[in-house]
């Protein structure tokens, strides 16, 4: 099959999105259209009480509706299972807030198609021009801490843009369901030896994002949930 | 009958069926080989402990590294309940385990199916 027929599969995991969906995913439909992949975008609702489902059904998306909250990591696993079961050959992960570019996606997705990458992450570290320096502190901490738990070297441990190849929808799993998920998806995929690589994004920061966003006390939640899971697994 | 065969007797029992679970549940692919290292290495250390309650006590009593008395019945009972309890999280633990995979994939699989209709 030739790269530009590729299945390509667009995971948009969103709580209480109901603002700003929409335009995400016109956004990211928008620049697929120009691309020649085949393509789907899938809203992965986890249990908003908002209207979400409906804003994103607008859009263009099919939407999967979580009957019970799980957390970033739950509604990230279930749309990539889908991706996995439609048969598609690649999938990428991006955030719902808006703070990732559609042409950054389609990027991710162009490297991992003719590279062959397993898993891309999009790093907002590589340059971090307009970022707070509050947020490349407490990203910069929680890539030290999943390279001291893991042994995982990545600028941007908790970026939401990620690039999947077939082999890793297919054997990637992970098992924390809340934010901790980004840095023990990293140390899955390096325990079943899939290629790992980072290509420079560009995070952009409305309000909006800045609101939704996660803050620096939630890092120590994530700390604590990954040292748990790393005791867990050498106890067996 | 000695304390210290006492304490041995009421805990056998805990030991062997824990390690017999942990057997049965890897040859029945349920665990990892490594859980199964790692849980016979704690149980046979449990094991090893109340053996040789009796020479550690008296190897620390003769080189002053402890000063307290010798088992008493009420020692015995407690250690008794750490084992047990040992045992019970142990299992709870895996059962927790088993369960919260199989809701998170029951969550997974109805969400997806419910978004085909």
Known sequence: MSSDKKRVCIVIPGYNEGLVIQDVVKDILKTLKKTTYTYEVVVVNDGSKDNTTDEARKGGATVIDHILNSGAGGATATGLRYAEKKGYDIAATMDADGQHSANDVIKGIDIVSSSGTDLLIGSRLINSDGMSKVKILGNKGLSVITYLLFGINSTDSQSGLRVFSRQSLERLRWKTSGYEFCSEMLWRAKQINLSIDEYPIKAIYTEYSKAKGQNNWNAINIIKSLLKRRIAELLG | ?117
């Open chain 2, 1 to 117: 009958m000695s304390r210290y065969l006492l304490l041995l007797l009421l805990n056998l029992p805990f030991i062997f069926a824990a390690i017999l679970s942990i057997i049965t549940q890897y040859k029945l692919n349920k665990i990892s080989s490594r859980r199964l290292i790692v849980q016979i290495i704690l149980w046979v250390i449990v094991l090893a402990g109340l053996v040789f309650a009796l020479p550690i006590y008296e190897w620390l009593f003769s080189n002053n590294l402890t000063v307290s008395e010798p088992l008493s019945l009420f020692d015995v009972v407690q250690i008794t309940a750490i084992v047990v309890v040992f045992y019970v999280v142990n299992r709870t633990r895996a059962k927790i385990d088993t369960l919260e995979r199989r809701l998170r994939d029951l969550h997974q699989e109805l969400s997806i199916r419910l978004s085909d209709k």
